[in-house]
């Protein structure tokens, strides 16, 4: 059964597009969260969920804009791509409050290409 | 504050042992330690806390000195399916619940 998963696998768009990445976890886990990994493989978080509450957003371009529209489920709507954007994005949940003695478990990734 | 890994890279034959350490410039309360294959998601091996709890993988252990904000993961007789990039994530004393990550140590292990 697969715990956290992401749709698409892969996203390869123009540049100026709009595009969503979804996510979903099935493993009862109230946080979730949205990171960032470069071609030079650094991982960064983006944003953090609790309960469908934003907990953490990152210094990220508005551009980004996350939604939850209930504690399994947490999107990523990017507006007007630009070539930056262009990354592995991963998504991931955790149990409980989101304290950081909790395991994240994470998607198997988006590829984004903005070309 | 990025914690820092040591080394970049290491390249091992099956049986072999490896450190991979990570430092901090802050004061931890926790440091998470992922391995990553290429092209697949970070997978969990072990929590340390700021206090000695540890959480985690049964053959892979780990330090953690609070006083010197260092982690230490520690693979012993090293197998194939070990090599990945491993990567810590450190959350500071009085930071914002949230994971920073090192740049990654990639490790080869060959027959």
């Known amino acids: 059964d697969t715990a956290v998963s992401q749709t698409p696998k892969y996203l390869v768009t123009q540049m100026g597009n709009d595009k969503s990445i979804k996510c979903e976890q099935n493993?009862?886990?109230?946080?979730m969260y949205w990171y960032k990994q470069d071609s030079k493989k650094f991982l960064k978080i983006m944003f953090s969920?609790?309960?469908?509450?934003?907990?953490i957003n990152e210094t990220v371009p508005n551009r980004f804009s996350p939604k939850s529209p209930d504690k399994a489920h947490l999107n990523l709507h990017i507006n007007s791509l630009e070539l930056g954007d262009s990354a592995v994005y991963f998504c991931a949940s955790s149990q409980g409050s989101g304290a950081i003695t909790d395991t994240q478990y994470f998607g198997p990734g988006t590829r984004l290409t903005v070309l | 504050q990025q914690p820092v890994q040591s080394p970049q890279a290491v390249i091992l034959r099956e049986g072999e042992d490896a450190v991979i350490n990570c430092s901090s410039s802050?004061?931890?309360?926790?440091v998470h330690w992922y391995r990553q294959k290429h092209g697949e998601a970070p997978v969990f091996l072990m929590i340390?806390?700021?206090?000695?709890e540890q959480k985690g993988h049964e053959k892979i252990s780990a330090s953690f000195n609070e006083k010197k904000q260092q982690s230490s993961l520690y693979l012993t007789a090293s197998q194939l399916s070990y090599s990945g990039t491993y990567f810590c994530g450190t959350e500071s004393v009085g930071g914002s619940e949230k994971l920073v990550f090192g740049k990654g140590t990639k490790l080869t292990v060959n027959p």
């Open positions: 493993l009862g886990h109230d946080t």
């Open positions: 969920y609790n309960n469908k509450e934003l907990i």
């Open positions: 802050k004061a931890l309360y926790s």
């Open positions: 340390l806390l700021k206090g000695g």
